[in-house]
């Protein structure tokens, strides 16, 4: 969350939602920004064409590796973003959709049900670590705490 809300800052809030255009520029933002993110992975979507309601979404990730996703999803003319963390085929996924730098922990897991909203799934991506993991340089560390 901390590199969504440094990429908000230079990039400026999306106007109405986000869009693909935007998970494009996020992603390209995350790969120059010596985040040591796998860029294959996270540019791929996982996305089965048949998932388009929050129900099925539910389902799905059972049969996705286990790992962290960004989901891509939208009402009627509304995008928005939130984190998935799949658990493997026996544990519900957990759902990370808002984020409160105030508060402790900053994140909070919410139920699928806070998510019927969803009227479309466009995209999933995993995002997966390299090796060596992202360091704010020193003044944006003093800058998040």
């Known amino acids: ?17 986000v869009t693909t255009r935007d998970m494009a520029k996020f992603f390209k933002f995350l790969r120059t920004a010596r985040c040591h993110i796998d860029a294959g992975a996270i540019t791929r979507n996982h996305l ?10 539910g389902i799905y990730p059972r049969g996705l590796s286990e790992g962290w996703y960004i989901v891509h999803a ?9 984190a998935l963390h ?4 026996d544990v519900e996924s ?5 984020f409160d730098d105030g508060a402790t922990p900053p994140c909070r897991v919410e139920p699928f ?7 479309r799934v466009v995209s999933i991506h995993r995002v997966r670590l390299l090796p060596q993991s992202f360091e704010f340089p020193p003044e944006r560390k003093q800058r998040m705490n």
């Open 48 to 57: 089965n064409k048949s998932t388009k309601t929050v129900q099925q979404l």
């Open 74 to 82: 939208g009402e009627q003319l509304r995008e928005h973003c939130f």
């Open 1 to 17: 969350m901390a590199m969504w809300l440094w990429f908000v800052e230079i990039h400026g809030e999306p106007a109405n939602g």
């Open 94 to 98: 957990a759902v990370i959709d808002k």
């Open 86 to 89: 799949a658990q493997g085929p």
């Open 113 to 119: 049900d806070n998510l019927k909203w969803i009227r």
